[in-house]
């Protein structure tokens, strides 16, 4: 009887290069739909209970949610990044890589935040051609904004409800004291 959990552990299956090979024939079939000449990539993210992995706080902002996931049983992260492709005049968002990002903790050196190993996750796939990554709120942070950026990329997605903003302060005093950073805050 065949153990297919034996496959797994594999090094006859390369990932990375089966995710290359899967973005460039997505990319040559010019199935990824286009806006203003830029693919667009949608990302998300989801945390599902499993037994005996360990806890997570539950950052959404939905009231329908509970706080934390069930904390005997734990559970895992799991993200998605996928292209947005179009056919039939109908649309889809066909996945390009997927991956958990916290689940079992091997060791507790690594102190990368599941918003640093989703822009890890965007850029392992080195996509040459301008984009606009579509995300929900939880992703409107400066470490996924500033790489995006840095790149000559997009970001789209909703303000967090806890965002402040102000009115540039363009004026320099000259007098003590450290100059003001921000101007007014808007109240809306």
């Known amino acids: 009887m065949i153990d297919w959990l034996d496959f797994f552990h594999s090094s006859a299956v390369k990932i990375n290069l089966l995710i ?31 037994p005996a ?4 706080h539950q950052e959404s902002e939905a009231n329908s949610k509970a706080e934390f996931i069930i904390i005997k049983l ?12 179009s056919a039939f005049g109908y649309f889809f968002a066909t996945p390009i890589i997927g991956q958990i990002h916290e689940g ?13 190993k989703m822009i890890l996750m ?10 606009y990554f579509i995300c929900d709120s939880y992703y409107s942070s400066r470490k996924i904004i500033l790489p995006l950026l840095n790149s000559g990329q997009h970001l789209i997605t909703r303000v967090k409800s806890n965002s402040v903003a102000y009115i540039y302060n363009e004026t320099k005093k000259a007098g003590r004291g ?8 808007i109240r809306y």
């Open 178 to 185: 450290r100059p003001r950073l921000y101007g007014t805050k």
């Open 53 to 56: 992995v360990k806890s997570l």
């Open 74 to 85: 734990g559970g895992h992260s799991f993200q998605v990044l996928s292209l947005l492709t």
């Open 20 to 50: 290359k090979i899967w973005l460039n024939i997505l990319l040559e079939t010019n199935l990824g739909y286009k806006v203003n000449g830029r693919l667009i990539i949608l990302g998300d993210g989801i945390k599902a209970p499993m």
């Open 122 to 131: 965007l850029n392992s796939l080195a996509i040459t051609q301008p984009f």
């Open 104 to 116: 079992i903790v091997e060791s507790n050196n690594d102190k990368r935040t599941l918003l640093d």
